[in-house]
Each structure stands twice: as structure tokens, then as C-alpha cells.
């Protein structure tokens, strides 16, 4: 379960304004895609979501250690 829900951080009438005809057109493909709490979230022109897992895409592996850059010396 994501926390908090994904309906409570995403703002639906914004992504209505990504898909919304301009100068008369209809935007039937495309889509939005955006990592949230460890999932990689797509929204589709035709409002499909999917949701998957980062693990999964990464082949279930951890996320690797990276080291922090050394503080600078004087």
C-alpha cells in the first residue's frame, strides 16, 4: 500500500489539463510517467494507470550503496 495514497498527492484536474484538446485536437495518445514511494506510476491519455514496482523493473535486485562525496578539506 502506498502512503500516502496515491489520490491524496496527485492533483487529477491537472492531469485532465495534460490530455485536454488544444486548438481543437484530441490528444488520444501519450502519457505521463513519475516515480512515487518506490513504484514507477504511468497515466495514459486514455486514463489508464499502471503502477509497477521499481524491485520488478530492476530485476527484484536492492537498490546498490552509493558512497557520499568526501567533504572538501582545507
Sequence with gaps: MLDPPLYDV??????DAVFEPVAG???PNGKIQFEYAGYTVT???DYSV??????ARMGA?????????PE???
Design 43 to 45: 497515466v495514459s491519455a
Design 50 to 55: 499502471t503502477v509497477d514496482s521499481n524491485e
Design 25 to 27: 485536437t484530441n490528444r
Design 72 to 74: 572538501p578539506v582545507d
Design 10 to 15: 496527485i492533483d487529477p484536474e491537472a492531469l
Design 61 to 69: 535486485r536492492p537498490p546498490t550503496e552509493r558512497s557520499h562525496d
